[in-house]
């Protein structure tokens, strides 16, 4: 059985997309004959790099390499460019995705033609892709939804993204709110399934509690953005000094409200809160042997694999109720409405946490071990496989 998949897997920015996609490749990979990773991107040309950085002081983004190895895995680089005629057509709404297809028929159809069955990871436009090749080439194909692939899909793709996942062979959502949102487009449900992310728990062991009356440790993991709620973290972060007086707040992560976050902070000098940046993957672990409790307070959100693997630590997570952190959490009390009184609610939860006199991690550990085996997703995920090719 030879599967090719379209992916995001850009390995210079391994974040909660990219570590999810690999973990069910790796894990497939023993059980299929041959795997074909495609990761999907987009850079500039010359003359568009020169626009957006001289005038509109975006990021540039570059070519990279035709094929890179990650962990042994071999990854195809599929760019496409952002030229002068790409901004035209987006100017005059013309849209480009038959252009993307015609990007993996070029350069991919030696892949394609030896492949049982494509597999879409995101959904846009990923998905549309592996609509149109299926088509081409007379292969069944799936759809996995990570989150931003739904809940930020523009309206004028809802058209295209609904036709794509109707004629999936199954489309597999990362938490049923995901799939709850997915049907408020318009889709029917009747190839769905929901496939959470699971949680690597050798990797993430239980962390050793210390004293009750030592430095607690509050943190945030997650890319410094509205739709993660970053800018609610000065906020959230002085109730909890207001209440208790032996907290440091750490926050692990990049994005663009980095530089206002740090200024907001630095008014608030009675605070001990310091600036991780972006880590790697293998340092998460790490990372989250010194904290206490996570705080997660999405706009938006698929799954949320952090709150996985801190509670696989056996930390506790408490965070907002949207999208598919409920299910992740799945304590009612570590849960709060977003509101005009969510910093405090919040605050007030994690206060009681961290002066817990009982510790009981293990309750958060079972519900991950039982709940979020990579195994049995991924022996689930092949077993569709084989329903729909063999």
């Given amino acids: 059985m030879n599967i090719l998949y379209i992916t995001s897997m850009d390995t210079n920015k391994k974040g909660g997309i990219f570590n999810a996609t690999y973990e069910r490749i ?44 990650f962990n042994n895995l071999e990854i195809f680089n599929v760019g496409f460019k952002l030229d002068l005629f790409f901004y035209l057509n987006r100017l005059f709404k013309k849209n480009h995705k038959e252009k993307l297809v015609n ?17 879409a990871h995101c ?45 999936a062979e199954k489309c597999f959502f990362v938490s049923e709110g995901l799939y709850k949102n997915s049907q408020k487009l318009g889709y029917s449900g009747t190839n769905s399934k929901v496939s959470y992310n699971g949680v690597d728990t050798n990797k993430f062991k239980k962390k050793k509690y210390s004293n009750i009356n030592s430095t607690k440790v509050v943190s945030y993991i997650g890319s410094l953005e509205y739709k993660k709620g970053a800018d609610l973290l000065p906020e959230i972060f002085e109730k909890i000094n207001n209440m208790h007086n032996n907290v440091q707040f750490i926050i692990v992560g990049d994005g663009t409200l980095k530089h206002e976050l740090k200024c907001k902070f630095n008014k608030l000098v009675d605070i001990d809160v310091s600036f991780s940046g972006q880590i790697q993957p293998d340092e998460v672990p790490i990372k989250m042997s010194e904290m206490d409790v996570l705080v997660v307070p999405s706009r938006r959100e698929g799954l949320g694999m952090v709150i996985l693997e801190a509670n696989a630590c ?19 009390e570590n849960i709060k409405d977003i509101s005009d009184s969510f910093c405090g609610e919040l605050a007030i939860r994690v206060v009681e946490l961290i002066t817990e006199k009982q510790k009981n991690p293990c309750k958060y550990r079972e519900r991950i071990v039982n709940q979020f085996n990579w195994d049995k997703i991924v022996d689930e995920e092949y077993r569709v496989y084989k329903e729909t090719i063999l």
């Fill in 26 to 69: 790796k894990r497939l990979e023993p059980k299929l004959d041959n795997v074909y990773v495609l990761n999907n991107y987009t850079y500039h040309s010359k003359l568009s790099a020169v626009i957006a950085g001289k005038l509109y002081k975006k990021k540039i983004l570059y070519k990279k390499k035709d094929k890179v190895l």
């Fill in 103 to 119: 990007l993996y028929k070029k350069h991919y159809s030696h892949l394609l033609e030896n492949s049982d069955a494509i597999h």
């Fill in 123 to 167: 959904g846009w436009p990923h998905g549309y892709i592996a609509y149109r090749l299926s088509q081409i080439y007379s292969i069944p194909f799936f759809i996995t939804f990570h989150g931003s692939d739904i809940n930020n899909l523009a309206k004028d793709n809802y058209s295209s993204m609904l036709v794509a996942m109707e004629h």
């Fill in 314 to 332: 056996g930390i506790p997570v408490v965070g907002s109720n949207t999208g598919g952190i409920p299910e992740a959490i799945g304590i009612a």
